[in-house]
């Protein structure tokens, strides 16, 4: 390595898991291969080997497969708050020595020779008329890497690998700018890290994720990783805060969420169509959904199994089906979600079969034997480990559980009450069609989602079907913070 505080390369996987390795032996810098120890040599070699068969790092090389990234940036010692929150109330506690500096690497994707890159970037550390170097380098984001030798991938902030595609949206991004050496950078993504069972366990990650979207928007204060599993044990457990081995409950997650002036929203035995309704519905407002999944399709042990993820944006397909209160919704068309799996990596996507498949469970008594209705499938991003041939990319599926929404205490009409309400619209409207005092379309798909003052008032200006006295009505009128909107829309 050279002098300077970073390092610059082409992307492929052996210098990725090199970077991430090369932070991860940051406590024991003072030694190294080359002091001729076999048995240190040994150790790191096959901490090499196991970062790279990581769930998690063979995630991001197809990430940065899909995404063309061509070039990495490392910055050798990067000061984290997250992870200083973490060290400081639980790594510098323990007996062996931590280090407390982390690294970061960033992600570009301008398709130039490795040297030219490092010339450009080179020379934008020292100009005094710097252009905009996310623009011109094309960045993509970054990752923390950690000083841990097993949960290396910290805090991360990447662009979706699949906003290009149509259909395809993640609107609960929000923007963040990384500063890397004066150089100010921009990239609008959704906080990432791998799942810690010291610290935190998927839960707390999921939490983490979502919260730090929502204090941008509602104003609530930043929590690390550590201070969201506290306040979340406030409601007692029968098993020790840390390490945080069990997760937390969804007691516990409301409390976290109420911690932050915030309130939960949960919805508890979520199907398929009111899981769409409600990641559609708080997606478009920004706010990312927390989604609780269950890998034992027994149904039997459903708190040993459970598994949190942030979901970040969806994929809607072609039509959309009729179901909720009778109602074609927009929502109904989902047919994918991309969800921060701390277990798996950012963007996870996650197939939602809507063609109604249900796991069903047989309990047994000591009289008689019951088949119960478990819940709905969906397949997961996580691959079958028992699989014989990799290649198969066996994907793993699981039960659609609960729903948990922090939301602004003034977002106070429920959901359910917004869908009933537009259902008794429609039937209205086709009583009075079939009275011919109204002409109505035959299908009407109705697109119903939470939004606020501001987002509303852009749309009505944005509108160019609209005629300027109706968009001047609407601009002026007095509206609340945050309102249920609802469009009735049609292909005739």
């Known amino acids: 390595m050279d002098e300077t505080g970073y390092q610059v390369c082409r992307y492929n996987l052996t210098n990725l898991v090199h970077f991430l390795s090369s932070i991860a032996n940051r406590n024991h810098s003072h030694e190294s291969v080359d002091t001729g120890d076999p048995i240190l040599g040994s150790w790191l070699t096959e901490q090499r080997d196991r970062i790279r068969k990581k769930r998690q790092v ?3 090389d197809e990430y940065c497969s899909q995404s063309k990234i061509k070039h990495l940036v490392l910055e050798k010692e990067y000061v984290c708050r997250h992870f200083l929150a973490d060290y400081a109330g639980y790594f510098a506690w323990a007996f062996h020595p931590y280090a407390r500096y982390c690294g970061r690497i960033h992600f570009f994707g301008k398709d130039i020779s490795e040297d030219q890159f490092r010339d450009q970037f ?6 005094q008329d710097v252009q905009d170097i996310a623009a011109t380098l094309d960045y993509r984001g970054f990752v923390v890497a950690k000083p841990l030798p097993r949960t290396v991938i910290g805090r991360s902030c990447l662009k979706p690998p699949y906003s290009n595609i149509n259909n395809v949206e993640f609107p609960a991004l929000h923007k963040f700018t990384p500063n890397l050496f004066g150089l100010a950078l921009s990239v609008d993504s959704l906080v990432f890290q791998e799942q810690d069972s010291e610290v935190a366990a998927c839960a707390t990650t999921a939490l983490w994720s979502a919260l730090t979207a929502t204090a941008s928007m509602f104003q609530h204060s930043v929590l690390t990783p550590l201070e969201i599993t506290r306040n ?4 007692l457990t029968e098993n020790r805060t840390f390490p945080q081995a069990d997760g937390l409950s969804m007691l516990q997650m409301a409390e976290a969420i109420r911690s932050t002036g915030l309130e939960p929203v949960p919805l508890k035995g979520v199907n398929i169509a009111w899981l769409q309704a409600h990641l559609y519905a708080y ?3 920004r706010i990312p959904v927390i989604w609780l999944i269950n890998f034992d399709l027994s149904g039997i042990q459903a708190r040993s199994e459970g598994h949190a993820v942030t979901v970040a944006g969806f994929e809607l397909g072609a039509e959309p089906r009729r179901g909720l209160f009778g109602l074609s919704l927009t929502a109904a068309r989902m047919t ?13 996507p996650f197939d939602l079969l809507t063609d109604g ?3 069903l469970a047989t309990i047994r008594s000591n009289e008689s034997e019951e088949e119960i209705c478990v819940g709905e499938l969906v397949l997961t991003s996580w691959m079958s480990e028992d699989d014989p041939v990799p290649e198969n990319n066996h994907r793993i599926p699981a039960i659609t559980m609960d729903v948990l929404v922090p939301v602004h205490e003034n977002v106070r009409v429920p959901f359910s009450l917004v869908l009933a309400s537009v259902a008794e619209f429609e039937k209205m409207l086709k009583r009075l069609k079939k009275k011919d005092l109204i002409s109505l379309p035959s299908n009407i798909e109705w697109d119903i989602y939470l939004t606020d003052v501001e987002l509303f008032r852009a749309s009505i200006r944005d509108d160019d079907d609209m005629d300027d006295e109706e968009k001047r009505r609407l601009l002026t ?4 913070r945050f309102i249920w909107r ?5 292909k005739s």
């Open 58 to 60: 063979q995630y991001f």
């Open 122 to 127: 080179d020379a934008a550390l020292t100009s």
């Open 232 to 235: 979340a044990a406030v409601i």
């Open 283 to 285: 997606l478009k407002a």
């Open 336 to 348: 994918r979600v991309f969800a921060h799996d701390d277990g798996v990596g950012p963007y996870a």
């Open 357 to 359: 498949k249900i796991q």
């Open 477 to 480: 009128m007095s509206v609340p």
């Open 486 to 490: 609802a469009t009735g829309l049609s």
